[in-house]
């Protein structure tokens, strides 16, 4: 079975985050090898349980494998929200985990994002890892009502003026700030983690790409032999039913005048969103660009990647629109950057952690979007599982089991139709100030 696979081809958009930092260009493995865990995938998430596994156990040898370069996928390319943020709410996830601890779940996902932030302060400084919390607001009033449900821990509700007074958005009518949120350059903090490791012993391969056969690893066709291993690809698996790939797209425009960017935010690295039913997120970045991402691109049959998903025009503009939108005070911008990638999403939309005993082989991901802390604090319960541990044996994603997507081409037609249905939700939101009637309808086709 193999454990990576390629897109058709390598992507040619551009991050944001890439300008100014160059690849580590690590050797591609050309030897059998022995090692005492073997991490398939060079993300975030096989970065950060090479960390917590020598932060338990500093004498064990670890090797990472990545097929393409370190960063390649969503770890490289995201929005850079440390967010404690979940696609599923404490209720509904209470209802479905009755046995999980919710309440120390988010505690620690809001502790992860701490020490993230302290590891970015000691060795990313690059990374630009700032913690103003995040803003979620409202143009409507079906927007306002949603996020008004979605108070808890320590979100409060703002008003239209105080909201104005953290980011200048036209037409706002009200949102919800959480404390718990920063925002960072995400492709430094991967390299940088990555250059961590490296000082501390643990090989990191690039252009190495694994199969598993009958539980017995080869990379590039040389034997791996390792007492244990972790699967840490995310989207980039052989397509199946148990997740599928949806693709966020990004822009960047140039940077802006001092005067601009006060004509935006008050708030250096606020993050923001508007409280749509298609995905949206955003940033100031530290050299006063709008970084703004979402959803919008078709689902690939067969849940084949492909890299043409990553380059679709109409949902860049779209992306653009929102600035637009948001900010008719900027007057002239341009956008200077283009790029997306996958996600992986199961269909409960939850994240997942999974650990065989007898082959001693862990999985994590299935972040939603959400990964950069929900990577580090998975990867964190993974190690502890791995090395004996059980102190996260209450939290909602360990071995979280999900149905399975439908056969094709239901999961094609379902998928796309969901696509054009949160569009006409959120105009349908505009139109009648009232929560979606389409969108009650298109949830049960993506297991929400």
């Excluded at 967010?83 to 988010?106: G, M, N």
């Excluded at 995400?186 to 056969?213: C, D, K, N, W």
């Excluded at 956008?335 to 065989?356: C, I, M, Q």
């Amino acid at each position: 079975m193999v454990l990576t696979v390629r897109q058709d081809s390598k992507p040619s958009n551009h991050p944001l985050w890439r300008d100014g930092h160059q690849s580590l260009n690590l050797p591609a493995l050309d030897s059998p090898l022995e090692v005492d865990v073997a991490i398939v995938g060079g993300g975030f998430s096989g970065l950060w349980s090479a960390f917590h596994l020598l932060g338990q156990d500093s004498s064990l040898s670890i090797a990472i494998f990545e097929s393409e370069e370190i960063g390649f996928g969503a770890s490289g390319r995201n929005g850079g929200w440390v967010s404690s943020d979940y696609p599923v709410d404490p209720v509904t996830l209470k209802e479905r985990h009755p046995e999980a601890d919710i309440e120390t779940f988010w505690d620690l996902m809001r502790s992860a994002i701490d020490e993230i932030g302290d590891f970015a302060s000691t060795c990313a400084p690059e990374a630009n890892f700032r913690k103003a919390g995040s803003l979620v607001f409202a143009r409507n009033k079906a927007q306002l009502h949603r996020i008004e449900s979605n108070l808890f821990g320590k979100k409060r509700l703002l008003g239209p003026s105080e909201t104005q007074s953290m980011l200048k958005v036209d037409g706002v009518i009200g949102s919800i700030f959480d404390p718990d949120c920063a925002t960072v350059e995400p492709y430094p903090l991967v390299l940088a983690l990555a250059r961590h490791l490296l000082a501390h012993g643990v090989a990191i391969f690039e252009r190495s790409e694994a199969q598993l056969e009958n539980n017995s690893m080869k990379v590039n066709g040389h034997r791996i032999k390792s007492k244990q291993r972790i699967i840490a690809t995310e989207a980039y698996k052989k397509p199946s039913r148990r997740q599928i790939p949806i693709y966020s797209l990004m822009i960047a425009t140039s940077p802006l005048t001092r005067e601009q960017q006060a004509m935006v935010s008050n708030v250096p690295g606020l993050a923001f969103l508007e409280a749509l039913h298609n995905v949206n997120y955003a940033q100031m970045t530290s050299d006063g660009r709008i970084a703004i991402g979402g959803r919008g691109a078709r689902y690939p049959y067969g849940s084949r990647l492909r890299s043409s998903k990553e380059e679709q025009g109409s949902v860049h503009d779209q992306i653009s629109q929102l600035v637009e939108e948001w900010f008719p005070q900027l007057g002239q911008w341009k956008v200077t950057h283009k790029w997306g990638g996958p996600v992986a999403v199961r269909w409960n939309w939850e994240s997942y952690l999974f650990f065989d005993p007898l082959t001693q082989t862990g999985s994590i991901g299935g972040y939603v979007g959400d990964g950069v802390t929900m990577s580090y604090l998975s990867a964190k319960a993974l190690a502890d599982r791995m090395l004996g541990g059980n102190r996260f044996l209450k939290m909602p994603f360990v071995e979280n089991q999900a149905r399975k997507w439908p056969i094709e081409p239901f999961r094609f037609i379902g998928a796309n139709a969901l696509v054009s249905l949160v569009k006409c939700a959120d105009q349908e939101e505009r139109l009648t100030q009232r929560e979606s009637l389409i969108y009650k309808g298109a949830s049960l086709l993506i297991g929400k």
